[in-house]
């Protein structure tokens, strides 16, 4: 059966078959890119982007057992930026794949980590986790650079929080002892490796920083300005009139609109595709980019 076309708008509620944000093994998701994939076969999705923080380790299987599935899939990675000392992630969808700056960047990004992890661990061990990067390792499960998550659940194993709620509310989240920003480019940096590699840049979940509503429109203001192109109206579950006004945001300046579940693990209250519904708005879906566009007809004449 042919993947059905992606809708040119945003017509409100759509029942979209799209997932453009979700994680791996290649960094600190719980599936492996063909587990993810057949996972989402079996949810019904036609279309997504493998986007592993700081890494594209996991997206020539990922392509390939879609292929073999008939599930599109958009080569992409999460990179970490900042911004006005804010930690903030950027979609990188590459529909040509990593190449030149944006290669020998998720190099230095992943040298990046693996300093910062040394210093997390530091942090980590002042507050009562022994051994922190042996024991984040051990959640890790792999050889992968280590990122928050991992030190979390270390926290919680070692009953120092009760869940990784708590452990990133006072221990990991923005301006806690474990949030290291001096390593990762700035937000402008990271656009150029992405607008380089013949890609598409999409501020990833804007609405998670808390920031207030100026703010964000200074965010998406220098995010645009930077070559940024889209921003994610949909992240997970949000709150309905928030997403509204993001909308707008996005219209004044011209955005397109990403969606992604940012899914992790299975038997959380995420998904393949889970999301809050699509508002209906004039501000065009990112998959309409000109750049994407070999990727859709690809997709349409694989399946």
């Known amino acids: 059966m042919p993947n059905p076309a992606l809708p040119a708008r945003f017509e409100g509620s759509d029942a979209l078959t799209i997932d453009l944000h979700m994680h791996s093994t290649a960094s600190d998701g719980a599936l492996s890119p063909t587990d993810l994939v057949a996972l989402c076969v079996e949810r019904g999705l036609t279309h997504i982007a493998l986007s592993d923080h700081d890494t594209v380790a996991g997206v020539e299987e990922a392509v390939s057992a879609g292929a073999d599935a008939g599930l599109a899939v958009l080569p992409a990675t ?7 000392g804010i930690n ?9 794949g990593a190449s030149g700056a944006l290669a020998d960047g998720l190099v230095a990004q992943a040298e990046a980590r693996e300093r910062r992890a040394v210093t997390i661990a530091e942090r980590m061990e002042k507050i009562g986790l022994d051994d922190a990067l042996a ?3 051990e959640q890790a499960g792999s050889d992968r650079p280590l990122g928050r998550p991992d030190f979390a659940k270390a926290l919680v194993a070692a009953g120092l929080v009760p869940d990784m709620s708590t452990a990133f ?6 301006g806690k002892a474990g949030d290291i920003k001096a390593l990762w480019p700035h937000l402008a940096e990271g656009v150029r490796w992405i607008l380089e590699s013949g890609g598409v840049a999409v501020l990833a979940h804007p609405l998670r920083h808390k920031l207030t509503r100026r703010k964000r429109g200074l965010l998406l ?3 645009r300005e930077a070559g940024g192109r889209a921003a994610e109206l949909i992240s997970g579950f949000q709150n309905a009139d928030v997403t509204r006004d993001l909308a707008r945001q996005l219209h004044e300046r011209d955005l397109m609109a990403s969606l992604g579940s940012d899914f992790h693990f299975p038997g959380g209250h995420l998904a393949p595709g889970s999301m809050s519904p699509t508002p209906r708005t004039s501000v065009a ?11 859709i ?5 694989a399946a």
């Open 88 to 96: 903030l992630h950027v979609v990188g969808l590459l529909p040509e």
């Open 135 to 137: 024991r984040a390792r």
């Open 221 to 223: 203001d220098d995010f």
């Open 78 to 84: 999460e990179l970490s930026t900042q911004w006005r």
């Open 169 to 174: 509310s006072k221990h990991l989240g923005n």
């Open 285 to 295: 879906p990112v998959w309409t980019h000109p750049r994407l566009a070999a990727w």
């Open 297 to 301: 007809d690809r997709a349409a004449a």
